[in-house]
């Protein structure tokens, strides 16, 4: 971007984050997630960084919180309550790391080690205890004055009305090996002790109040900070009273010559904070990984939100030699979790061509992280879609993963335009093959008439080998394109043809995948009626109407042949989807296809027309993960050849299927002395 374009772009972001901002701090209000918000500030913060020139006094990284409400008495911080710069990947924290390295001597340096804490999604409290008794106690506000809240906090049992007792406090400290500190406690005895925390509330609390909501016909909350805040800043403390608000608290501004935040919680604990036992010293960046890997993963079985951790340099004399920077402090930040959202840039709108033809517009991304994973695009459904976001090539957008599956934009922040987006139009014919699009009335999409369309082909024989179809593992759509680029298929039939030397020969290809690769495709010959069905990808036949059919007609040959009255039989199916079904059958390229496939193929017949299947009376239990096919499909096929399977060991099982990492139930097997077979010698049991 050009010098004068990045002003502006660093202008509007500042704009923007500053209005959320004020909704969100000042009403508690909330129109972006808070995921979308924290996007928009690391762009901005990282901009700055790179161009401090532009940092302007009023930026949002230059301050914290909002205005405080008019109606509480206001409290003058003894210090400024700062707040934490985020990052947001490994290399985000080494980066810190390094930018923190360069400002100490050799030896502070290799002194560096970290404290880390769970990052409470809450609301921070400053608490002031005069003589062992709590006097104030205060919000954020703006880091500078907060609100005056001592009432609602007294409320909340996790904080200490008083202090404990000062022999109690020495004695535990000196138990902790804190000699010095327990002396210097003694001699400066607790005349002003000042404390730091946060206030949140339990996620069964956040719901049961949510429910209440719903009750009183009234709006929900978004998230526990919400009711958090809400019900700290209420001027009524019973109503506060009625949460069950929790506390935990993480620093303490009084010198009591502790040299490492580790020291500071044994503190705070001996004089009756609560703490959270989460919290972990860790001497070296990789064991914070870790960590942080284990909290991203675990972070739902916690009773309460986290949003990341925090991690604070140890040594206090380092923590402070490095100062402030903006509204932070040099020597900690918040490494938060991978986001559920993000912004990020649309780049063009393009076309795919769907195995029926129907056109999806979807959205190329600048790639941005989100949950761990990189994202570049994002479905846009259709044209009613793109009017409804109004989206345009270049606009930023906010994007979400649907279910933490499919990316999704959520929303346009129109408001950081320039003027240079551009419209999508749909195209008047097929990217793919040039055919005039067609669409009929009760449909949404435009659709490409055209058979023989690769990019129809292509989508078809990725919807043949997936999970409700052929169920081939390791088939990809990458692989996929190779094998048709390279010639060596144009159709699922070409599949079963496929040799290891075919593959083998494909750049990267190493030998054994290879191997396992073609494996895995004659394994899926065995086939049960639906899914063959489902697998031929004819227009409105879903897996539960693949059923249907596959129980009504029982084999191939009568579905093939059945006319229109005949379709319209089956429950389920009305006029449109039966002449889905005669249509694909009468195309003469298709029963050409059909003929071809049967060849290679075995449709296992459904249990019932079974008589003495293969498997027949033999019980099976799986263990493992298996290379060639899932687990379900391993199951169906079992079923179907009349074999039993069952999820528990027993004297009864005949045998336990063994496939990599195998659970307690191989070593069950070993003790009650049941046969254990390989996936290969299982597969050879079926043949
Ligand atoms: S330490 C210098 N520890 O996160 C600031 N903060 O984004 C020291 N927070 O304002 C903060 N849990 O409200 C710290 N275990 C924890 C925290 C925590 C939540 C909040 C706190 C702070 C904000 C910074």
Known sequence: MAREELKKRIGKLRELINHHRYLYHVLDK?????????????ELFDLEQKYPEFITLDSPTQRVGGAPLKEFKKIRH???????????????????????????????????????ELKLDGLAIELIYENGLLKTGSTRGDGIVGEDVTQNLKTIEAVPLRLRDINKVIEELKKENLKKIAENIRNKGLKKVIVRGEVFLTKKEFEKINKIQVKKGLPLYANPRNIAAGSIRQLDPKVTALRQLDSNAYDLLTDFGQKTHEETHKILKALGFKINKNNKYRQNANKVFELHKFWQKNRDSLPYEIDGIVVII???????KLGVVGKAPRGAVAFKFSLKQATTKVEDIFIQV?????????????????SGVT????????????????????????????GDVIPDIVKVLTELRTGKEKDFKMPKVCPSCGSKLIKSERELFWRCPNS??????????????????????????????????????????????????DVVQLERFAEKSA????KAVQNSRKISLPRFIYALGIRNVGQETSQDLAEYFGDMGKLEKANLDELQKIKDIGPVVAESINKWFSDERNRKFLWRLKISINIIKTKKEIKGGKLKGRRFVLTGELKTMSRNRVREIIRNLDGNVSEAVSKNTDFVVVGLNPGSKLKMAEKLGVKTIKEEEFLKLLQ
Not at 354 to 370: D, E
Not at 389 to 402: C, E, N, Q, S, Y
Not at 471 to 499: N, T, V
């Open 354 to 370: 769907g195995r029926t033809g129907a056109m999806t517009p979807v959205a190329r991304l600048k790639p941005v992280s989100i």
């Open 515 to 518: 191997e396992n690769l073609i």
């Open 314 to 320: 140890n040594n206090n004399n380092i923590f402070k």
């Open 452 to 501: 023989k369309c690769f990019a129809r082909k292509r989508r078809a024989l990725y919807y043949f080998v997936s999970r409700g179809a052929f169920d081939i593992r390791g088939l990809g759509p990458k692989i996929i394109d190779r094998l048709l680029e390279e010639g060596l298929i144009r159709d699922a039939a070409d599949l079963f043809e496929l040799k290891e030397g």
């Open 78 to 116: 003894p210090e400024r309550m700062l707040s934490l710069n985020d990052v947001f990947s490994k290399q985000d924290f080494l980066d810190w790391q390094e930018r923190v390295s360069k400002l100490l001597t050799e030896k502070e340096k290799k002194d560096i080690d970290f404290y880390c």
């Open 30 to 42: 909330q129109e972006i997630s808070d995921e979308a918000l924290d996007s928009l500030k690391k």
């Open 375 to 402: 994202i570049t695009r994002a479905t846009l459904h259709n044209k009613d879609e793109i009017k409804r976001l109004g989206v345009k090539i270049g606009d930023t957008v906010i994007v979400g993963r649907a």
